[in-house]
Structure formats: C-alpha cells, structure tokens
C-alpha cells in the first residue's frame, strides 16, 4: 500500500482559511467516493471531520468542508480558530486488497 | 453514545505476540464493522484492519501475515494479535467503530493503548 500525499505543514492567522490537500492515484482518491478526513490534537485519539468527501457528521462545524479534484482531495477550514491547530489525515479506500491507506498527515498550525 | 476501550500489557517481548481487546459499550457490536489503527510514537496512523459482527475480516497487506482480529459479540468484545513483534510495532493502539457504507470512515475511537516492544 502506498500512503497518500499530504503536505507536512500548513499555517494561518485567526480568521483565515487553509486548505489541506491529499494527493492518491486514479485507484483510490480518484476512483472511489471514500475518503475522510481526521483531526488530531496532541495525545488524543482522532476525531471524524468529514467523509465521503464532502460529508460533515453531526457536531462537526461547518467550518471544516471537504471537497476532490482528479486524484487529490481537499480538506478546507475557514475562519481559523486556535483550537483548530491539531494534525490532519486523510484516508481513501482503494479496493477491498487496498481497504485503507492513510496520508501522512499534516500539522496545522494557528499563526 | 459508544464508548470503546482498549485493554491488554503495556510492553511485550521482540519475536512474542501482541494481544489487546477492545470492549465496547453503550450500544452492541452487533450490525457494524469494527477496525484496529496504529500511530508510532511521533509519526502518521495507520489501518491495520477490520472485523464485522459475523467474523469478515479484512487485513492491510503489508501485515496480513502477522495479524489476527476476531469477535467474541458474547462478551461484546473484539480482539487483536500481532505476531513475531519488533521494535517497530511500538505504538498507540486504537479500536475504532466503522460507518457503514463509506469505506474507511471510523466514526467512534477508542482512547488508545501504548504498546512497547521492548526485551
């Protein structure tokens, strides 16, 4: 299984938007509906931000958005809080033999 | 709401077998896939497989060979074993429910266990 692409760092000042981006192949993040997104603050478990995309589960603000272009799929927050600064994965499915393959993940920091 | 936790040792020998157990409650493991994911310390998750209610199993290949997660829904529980361990199984351990219907979609987590392979 090959990891998805994710940029290590991304930054913003308060109230500003920045976009994460998660790069796969036409196998996984540009053949299939299924990617996720996932925020991490230190020593915490991770928390669902958006599925199937573009999908927000219930409690999650509507701040975070999800959207795919091709082969790379885009996780957006917009007017940046400071409690939005955690780490972010992605994950796609890629086929039952490539069920689940995680980006690297990228550390968002609040400026 | 579900809660998942997991249990099992905190350190375990190179070349032995790792086993944790995921119990969950709150709601029945029954009717939904159930997955365990890993995080070495300072680094990035990773899926290493799931296990529906009726025993379906799916692994990560690059694990496949080592690892077993099975189902005890009497007990509401499910488990897994990662065999012949190295120093590069050090990590936190998460038990995650699946959303059914959208591929790798964990909806509830477990707060993780630290797993040390260490002699």
């Known amino acids: 299984q090959s990891a998805l692409t994710q940029p290590p760092s991304a930054s913003g000042s308060p109230g500003q938007s920045v976009t994460i981006s998660c790069t796969g192949i036409s196998s996984d993040v540009g053949d299939y509906n299924y990617v996720s997104w996932y925020q991490q603050h230190p020593g915490k478990a991770p928390k669902l931000m958006i599925y199937e995309v573009s999908k927000r589960p219930s409690g999650v603000p509507d701040r975070f958005s999800g959207s795919r272009s091709g082969n790379t799929a885009s996780l957006t927050v917009a007017g940046l809080l400071a409690e939005d600064e955690a780490d972010y994965y992605c994950?796609?499915?890629?086929?039952?033999?490539?069920?689940?393959?995680f980006g690297g993940g990228t550390k968002l920091t609040v400026l | 709401q579900v809660q998942l936790q997991e249990s099992g040792p905190g350190l375990v020998k190179p070349s032995e077998t790792l086993s944790l157990i995921c119990s969950v409650s709150s709601g029945s493991i029954t009717n939904y896939y159930w997955s365990w994911i890993r995080q070495p310390p300072g680094k990035g998750l990773e899926w290493i497989g799931y296990i529906h209610y009726t025993g379906t199993t799916n692994y990560n290949p690059s694990l496949r060979s080592r690892v077993t997660i099975s189902v005890d829904t009497s007990k509401n529980q499910f488990s897994l074993k990662v065999s012949s361990v190295t120093a590069a199984d050090t990590a936190v351990y998460y038990c995650?429910?699946?959303?059914?219907?959208?591929?790798?979609?964990?909806?509830?987590w477990g707060q993780g266990t630290l797993v040390t392979v260490s002699s």
């Open positions: 995650a429910r699946i959303l059914e219907g959208y591929g790798p979609t964990f909806d509830y």
């Open positions: 994950i796609s499915f890629g086929g039952m033999n490539n069920w689940g393959v």
